[in-house]
Nanobody, 119 residues
Framework: QVQLVESGGGLVQPGGSLRVSCVAS????????MGWYRQTPGKQRELVAA???????NYADSVKGRFTISRDNAKNTVYLQMNSLKPEDTAVYYC?????????????WGQGTQVTVSS
């Protein structure tokens, strides 16, 4: 069974920075496309950033230029570096793993980590 465990959330002032991490157990990490999503109460979960197994990245327009996703396959870890944080970035941030190969089927989620941007 694969587990994704997020960490690094917390309270930060507007304009500040935070890095959240997600460690994956099991052997799927290097063959997975990884994503960071976020959700606020009453709203749908939205994609923030994603990185393919090969290292290609894409970002939501709202975070481009401020957030950076990266991965370390040796540590089975994906990171989300968040800079110039805004109050509207406040949300629970979730890590997701999906297969890079089309013939595999899985969709794993972490438990989430709270990020609060407030003065």
């Amino acid at each position: 069974q694969v587990q994704l465990v997020e960490s690094g959330g917390g309270l930060v002032q507007p304009g500040g920075s935070l890095r959240v991490s997600c460690v994956a157990s099991g052997s799927i990490f290097s063959i997975s496309n990884m994503g960071w999503y976020r959700q606020t109460p009453g709203k749908q979960r939205e994609l923030v950033a994603a990185i393919t197994s090969g290292g290609s990245t894409n970002y939501a327009d709202s975070v481009k230029g401020r957030f950076t996703i990266s991965r370390d396959n040796a540590k089975n870890t994906v990171y989300l570096q968040m800079n110039s944080l805004k109050p509207e970035d406040t949300a629970v941030y979730y890590c997701n793993a999906q297969p890079a190969a089309g013939w595999l089927r899985y969709d794993y989620w972490g438990q989430g980590t709270q990020v609060t941007v407030s003065s």
